[in-house]
């Protein structure tokens, strides 16, 4: 096995672990996943596969096709479990990234496509985000940074590194890292716990 498969399945099997602790705060019901985000990350991750392929990024291609499956997974489960709270700004975001897809197919330069996604993806974090403001409760901190430590290795399993290459990975580690921040920064201006396995504390107010 040469490192560059070596680190795409560890990043695979960190993905499992991370999908893994996802599905149990959701059975626990302590985390209520947005539609929407986890749809337009499923999406725009596949978008990003294929750009990936193109670019021939070798196995960490493969490592990004699972998360985007995954992504779906979720997204199909939180329709039915997960935050049913749909704002107009939501909307907006699921929209606005559906109409920037075919951008990207349209976009002949795989470099410049990648761009695209990078802007859309950025799109995709809107409804969690706005969600998690209020009650950062519903999202695991230590699942995100699982994220973004699972794409930090993907970095080394991309088997022709450039800048063009390692682009997507990195925006998905400092993102999901990001969010991980985010959501351990708005707990503690809440006092509420930092993680999803501290003591649960009363539910906070929402606004």
Request: net charge positive; aromatic share 16%.
């Amino acid at each position: 096995m040469d490192q560059y498969l070596a680190f795409a399945v560890a990043a695979i099997v960190l993905a499992a672990l991370r999908y893994g602790t996802y599905f149990y705060t959701i059975y626990q019901g302590k985390t209520k996943p947005h539609a929407f985000t986890w749809l337009l990350w499923g999406t725009v991750t596949g978008v990003g596969t294929f750009a990936q392929f193109e670019l021939q990024a070798g196995p960490a291609a493969w490592a990004l096709g699972f998360v985007s499956v995954s992504c779906l997974l979720i997204s199909a489960i939180a329709f039915f479990i997960g935050e049913r709270n749909y704002t107009k700004s939501d909307w907006f975001a699921l929209i606005g990234c559906f109409m920037a897809i075919p951008v990207w197919k349209a976009t002949q330069n795989p470099a410049l496509a990648l761009c695209v996604i990078i802007v859309i993806d950025g799109l995709t974090y809107w409804p969690t985000i706005r969600k998690s403001f209020h009650d950062p409760q519903s999202e695991p901190p230590i699942s995100a940074a699982l994220a973004g430590l699972r794409y930090f290795l993907m970095l080394f399993a991309v088997a022709e590194p450039t800048w063009q290459t390692l682009m997507y990975p990195f925006f998905l580690m400092a993102a999901d890292w990001g969010f991980a921040l985010y959501i351990v920064i708005r707990r503690a201006q809440l006092g509420l716990p930092l993680h999803e396995y501290a003591k649960m504390k009363p539910a906070i107010l929402q606004t």
